[in-house]
């Protein structure tokens, strides 16, 4: 029988063999040791090769059955065996998970940041994660709160254990491993990763520093959008969403830290062995990622733009139908082929809040300053839309341009019906772009009382004669 650790292969070249299974709410079953599930029953007397039954619960045992979320894990040691929890020192101290007056502000101000210089001092995922933004409360089950992180170095001899709510990381720069109970996950930038509430996890950096976003939600789990009238295909496929195979060390390692991150404060609980010791799991709570390429854009083939909606990805309902707390949508590169259509995003004002990030390349509606791993918060009825450079060289362009296709960019919006409160760091960050409103304070005025210089108007005027 062969144990699998983590020191047979190099990070780098674990993450290049990893192996996976597929699929989007799916019931799934694993063994990395052959014969470690119990085969008729969830919590046998005596479990094969002595191993420890441990449940995960990721909704209330009630939960209807078709919202229900749990696995079971077969492990060497079960995670209770620990010492007590102890608020960890230095704390990280910039995670938020209750959004008040006491330590973040209301703005309606739009406001964009430029990319965060990687630290040059050690720093791992946990250490470099900091709070941009969210609203509502994680004790309270309802809520969001959007993080980036920047780190230079893997979690050495301990895990991260997220009791508020799911991560869904965007790494921007450097590959992620993510080793998690279920097994390991390799994420590059261009895919995303969902580590479910309450599952340990430890991110190392196989090609080094690692900068990203972070969606975080309190009270429910990610779905796939309805598609409606697009009928059964399209989007993000279920097929395309990988699992981890179970993978797991049986090995001593003391002063190993759990970190577990509660309330928006982190705890430490020291243990001597591995979380990673789970030999074999089945269930339908699952760490899962997902690769953005694979996502097949539906979008206008005539006329006008349609609205963002469309490139949904994943969402997080609220209990309002098609209310979400957490839109995950992304800007994939596409065809634009609408005739006589203003083709970048239109102006507008939105009842729920955008903050978007730029994994590669550049965005439409941005000739300057939105740049790759930078960031912009656009709140409820807060006014955007393209920056003068765009508008005027999209206007340029006439009603004649052809298929343009749209290459080189993955941008994202992570967008929300809870209107985000800041985090004051957030505010006073020196690559906060205080410039930002430029970008559109050159929008001319081209107003005229010539109907004819605009060719649709005339159009209709002349086809129904209203002069
Ligand atoms: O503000 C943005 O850039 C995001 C966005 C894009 C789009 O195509 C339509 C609406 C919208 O909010
Ligand atoms: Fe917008």
């Known amino acids: 029988m062969e144990l699998r650790t983590s020191t047979t292969l190099s990070d780098s070249s674990a993450a290049d063999h990893l192996t996976y299974l597929s699929g989007f709410d799916n019931h799934f079953s694993s063994e990395a040791l052959a014969g470690a599930l119990p085969p008729d029953q969830n919590s046998p007397l005596l479990c094969p090769y002595g191993l420890y039954a441990e449940q995960i619960s990721g909704t209330s045992f009630t939960s209807p059955r078709k919202h229900n979320l749990r696995s079971w894990l077969y492990r060497v040691k079960p995670s209770v065996t620990h010492e007590p929890f102890k608020p960890r020192v230095p704390s990280n101290g910039k995670l938020v998970s209750e959004f008040n007056q006491s330590n973040s502000c209301a703005t309606p101000t739009q406001l964009r940041w430029k990319p965060v ?158 979380p990673f010791n789970v030999a074999a799991w089945h269930g339908n709570y699952v760490p899962y990622k997902y690769d953005l390429s694979k996502f097949c854009p539906y979008n206008t083939v005539l006329f006008d733009h349609s609205d963002p909606s469309i490139n949904t990805v994943l969402t997080a309902p609220t209990d309002k139908p098609g209310v979400a707390l957490l839109d995950f949508v992304i800007f994939p590169p596409r065809w634009l082929v609408a005739e006589h259509t203003f083709r970048p995003p239109y102006y507008h004002r939105n009842c729920m809040s955008e903050f978007m990030g730029l994994i590669h390349g550049g965005y439409e509606a941005k000739a300057d300053g939105f740049l790759p791993g930078g960031a912009s918060l656009h709140s409820c009825m807060t006014p955007h839309g393209p920056d003068t450079k765009s508008y005027e060289a999209t206007i340029a362009g006439g009603n004649d341009v052809g298929p343009q296709k749209i290459t080189d960019t993955m941008a994202f919006m992570f967008e929300s019906s809870l209107i985000p409160r800041i985090c004051r760091w957030a505010l006073e960050s020196p690559v906060l772009d205080h410039d930002y409103y430029q970008c559109w304070i050159g929008l001319k005025s081209h107003f005229t009382l010539d109907h004819s210089t605009s060719p649709k108007t005339a159009t209709l005027q002349n086809g129904h004669g209203e002069k």
Not at 158 to 165: I, L, Q, T, V, Y
Request: proline content about 8%; some cysteine.
């Open 117 to 274: 210089d990687i630290p040059d001092s050690p720093t791992d995922f946990v250490d470099g994660l900091y709070t941009i933004c969210g609203a509502g409360s994680s004790f309270l089950r309802h809520g969001y709160a959007i993080h980036m992180y920047t780190a230079n170095k893997s979690m050495d001899n301990s895990a991260f254990c997220n009791a508020d709510g799911d991560f869904l990381i965007v790494p921007q720069k450097g590959r992620l491993l993510i080793t998690t109970e279920c097994g390991r996950l390799g994420v590059s930038p261009g895919e995303i990763a969902v580590l479910p509430q309450g599952f340990r996890f430890a991110v190392n950096l196989p090609d080094g520093p690692s900068r990203g976003y972070v969606a975080e939600i309190f009270g429910t789990h990610f779905q796939l959008p309805d598609l409606g009238p697009i009928g059964a295909n399209g989007l993000a496929s279920p097929r395309d969403f990988l699992v981890p195979t179970a993978w797991f060390e049986d090995k001593i390692y003391p002063g190993y830290t759990i970190v577990q991150k509660f309330g928006g404060e982190l705890f430490d609980a020291v243990q001597d062995f591995s």
